[in-house]
């Protein structure tokens, strides 16, 4: 009965994590509700067993502490604590990961809407369409102030910040659509920055790539939220890739002239095969090159010089857009 009332105050658990999450929140929750029981418990048998008698001679004994239940409490407590902690640590390193084949999804955040650029260069607004049962990896930046991508049914939440990338990745494990909120206070419209998720069968989410189609009339599964039959607010662009948008700003905005594709010498490092891998640096520091580090290169050029090349690349702070510096690192990491 108890178990039943649970599940439906439950959200719905429709990603990977969400079981990943709820086990730990109901260890804490169950944990803290038996703590408050016996200690409530107690404290009435207590008040009834050592309730002061009229009688003097029965006056309680005058107790000033008991070191070793004292100790004992604490001692278990601290176990208790330090379990939660490596529980939710080995939770949060497996969402800090994720898997290298993951489908890829870059997220712009601006006030107030949210903007799904995906790598054939469709460009969605305020909603995600992904495929079921597959690992989607969101690679987020914000224009101007920080936000938050709250999928509260997938159990994720992530600041999404100017300046630079963070990630989020799931596995959407129900199709039909989930609610995408704003978590953190970004101005006036703030409660508005709304967007939903909408999960594909694998075969629907195909069709939808290469036609840009939905599947028409069919109802969202466990909960009525809609139908599927709204088309979407696609901006296809140039109807060009991601990677081939970025190989024609890499060669308008001149960085041709000094880093090659193809590995060979130039004023700047060569730009192939670069990606995931580490570079030394002049001050001898090694760094991963991986979407941040792009992106400092691009905007703050003298920040991290590779080791053996001179600092005299331009800044192009403010010349690239956050559509643009996408595409240019998906151009990069094509480079394999
Ligand atoms: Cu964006 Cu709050």
Known sequence: MLSLLLFQWRLEQASNFAPVVDRLFDFILWFSIISF??????????????????????RTAYITGHTKLELGVAFFLLVVVMVIFYWGWV?????????????????????????????????????????????????????????????????IKQDVLPKSYTNLWFVANRAGEFPIFCAEYCGTAHSAMLGKVKVLEQDDFERWQMTGKLPVGKRTMDHGQGTMDQQ????VGEKISLADKGRGLFASKGCTACHSVTGAAGVGPAVNKIFGKEVELTDGKKTKVDENYIRQSVN?????????????????????????????????????
């Open 37 to 58: 029981l016996i200690i409530v418990f107690g404290m009435v048998l207590f008040t009834f067993k050592y309730w002061r008698k009229k009688i003097p001679e029965n």
């Open 91 to 155: 939770d949060y390193k497996a969402m800090k990961n994720p898997p290298h084949d993951a489908f890829e999804v870059n997220v712009i955040g601006r006030q107030w809407l949210w903007q799904f650029q995906y790598a054939d260069g469709k460009m969605l607004t305020n909603e995600l369409i992904v495929p079921k049962d597959k690992a989607v990896s969101l690679i987020m930046t914000s224009e101007d102030v920080l936000h938050s991508l709250y999928i509260p049914d997938f159990r």
């Open 232 to 235: 979407p607010d696609v901006t």
């Open 300 to 336: 703050e050029p003298q920040a991290r010089i590779v080791k053996g090349y001179q600092p005299i690349m331009p800044t192009f702070k403010g010349q690239i857009s956050e559509e643009e510096m996408n595409a240019l690192i998906a151009y990069i990491k094509s480079l394999k």
